[in-house]
């Protein structure tokens, strides 16, 4: 049997109870023991990006980001829109991977929360981020699943069937993407 895949799991989002946050919850609930996911909390203590500081020794904030992507076999990205494009924190972490490695050829899918005619911006501009970071972008796994507030339960996760559907199907893509092949049943 093969390890299990681990999805590091990255919000766009500083803000508390956030739908963007909802979404890579309902992906942590969605989870199998085939697939462990881990949430990335450390947006807020990034410090701003400075290429003179892209060196070792790391900031400690930035050398744990790094670490978490390098442990992880795939990265689900959920952001919010801000002015047409990506949050200025989320940028920021953004950043702080072009330097490194890890990012470098990982699968990589993100969801689009945002209510139909918005989000586009931040989206478009994370696909060129991630183009410039090396990042495999998977494209059958980056889906627009809008998100209102009443879709979202009191324990932060997403109820509605449909959604927590599809948020299933992108997390099995990115989880089975470069997946080895699959072993053969011994019964």
């Known amino acids: 049997m093969s390890e299990p895949r ?41 410090p701003h990006f400075n290429p003179d500081d892209d060196a070792d020794p790391l900031p ?62 931040a989206a478009a501009t994370l696909r060129t981020v991630l183009g410039h970071t090396g990042a495999d972008i998977v494209e059958s796994a980056c889906s627009r699943i809008p998100v209102e507030r009443r879709m979202i339960g009191t324990d932060g996760v997403i109820t509605d069937p449909a959604a927590r559907g599809r948020l299933g199907e992108v997390l099995g893509l990115l989880a089975g993407f470069h997946a080895p092949a699959a072993e053969p049943d011994e019964t």
């Open 6 to 46: 681990s999805i590091l799991l990255l919000s766009g989002s500083l803000r508390t109870d956030s739908s963007n946050e909802a979404v890579l919850r309902t992906v942590q609930a969605l989870a199998t023991p085939r697939v462990r996911t881990v949430m990335y909390g450390g947006l807020a203590a990034l």
């Open 60 to 121: 400690t904030p930035v050398a744990g980001l790094r670490t978490a992507i390098a442990e992880a076999t795939a990265i689900l990205i959920c952001t919010p829109e801000y002015a047409g494009t990506l949050p200025g924190s989320f940028k920021n972490l953004l950043d702080w991977t072009v330097g490194g490695t890890e990012i470098c050829d990982k699968p990589v899918a993100f969801v689009n929360a945002a209510a139909p005619g918005r989000g586009e911006g």
